[in-house]
């Protein structure tokens, strides 16, 4: 008699690291910013399956990218798709929203202005999975209002190294 399969993790993935503006002149904003990200998987994504099914099994994502030197910090969530291949290496797309406590629309305040606190936030990244738990994703993210709200778009984009562990 085969054992009953194990249901599907809630709390799939925790992953830390840091990253940095790569906006320029006003926009640019000053410091590193550490990063916390973790994924849930209550829809069973399974990276060994084929690729539609790894789509069509996104996971959720809940994360926060902390202002250092003045900057702004976002707290952000949405779902995040991950495809992995073969050879151990990932790639992953994430969409969502963000609030964050940035400049909104003064020129003399530091960082881009931004118009609305409520912001979409998206992400796309590529990394390696070192083994069954642990892994490395260098990724870039943007949070801007899409002009859906009044006042300036300015826009976050920052680029970083995030290490996970895959519980």
Same mark, same amino acid.
């Given at each position: 008699m085969a &054992?009953p &399969? &194990?249901?599907p993790k !809630?709390f ?7 990253s940095?503006? $790569?906006?320029?002149g006003?926009d640019h904003?000053n410091?590193?910013f550490?990063?916390?990200?973790? @994924?849930? #998987?209550?829809?069973g994504y399974n990276?060994?399956? #084929?690729?539609k099914?790894q789509l069509?099994?996104p996971? $959720?994502h809940l994360?926060?990218s $902390?202002g250092t030197?003045?900057?702004a910090?976002?707290?952000y969530a949405g779902l995040s798709w %991950?495809?992995t291949?073969?050879n151990g !290496?990932f ?6 929203? %963000?609030?964050h406590?940035? #400049?909104l629309?003064d020129?003399t305040?530091?960082g881009?202005? @931004? ?10 990244? !590529?990394?390696? *999975?070192?083994d069954?738990?642990?892994?490395m994703m260098a990724? $870039? ?5 899409? *002009?859906?709200c ?6 976050m %984009? ?8 895959k519980?």
């Amino acid at each position: 008699m085969a &054992a009953p &399969a &194990a249901p599907p993790k !809630i709390f799939d993935e925790l992953r830390f690291g840091a990253s940095g503006s $790569i906006q320029s002149g006003y926009d640019h904003e000053n410091g590193v910013f550490p990063d916390v990200q973790v @994924l849930f #998987n209550p829809f069973g994504y399974n990276p060994a399956a #084929n690729w539609k099914d790894q789509l069509a099994h996104p996971r $959720i994502h809940l994360g926060t990218s $902390i202002g250092t030197a003045g900057s702004a910090t976002q707290v952000y969530a949405g779902l995040s798709w %991950t495809l992995t291949h073969s050879n151990g !290496i990932f790639t992953e797309a994430g969409f969502g929203g %963000t609030v964050h406590s940035g #400049n909104l629309n003064d020129w003399t305040e530091h960082g881009p202005m @931004l118009g609305c606190r409520l912001l979409f936030h998206e992400y796309a990244g !590529i990394g390696y *999975n070192f083994d069954s738990h642990w892994n490395m994703m260098a990724q $870039i993210a943007h949070s801007s209002h899409a *002009n859906l709200c009044d006042g300036p778009n300015g826009g976050m %984009t920052r680029v970083g190294l995030l290490v996970g562990y895959k519980f």
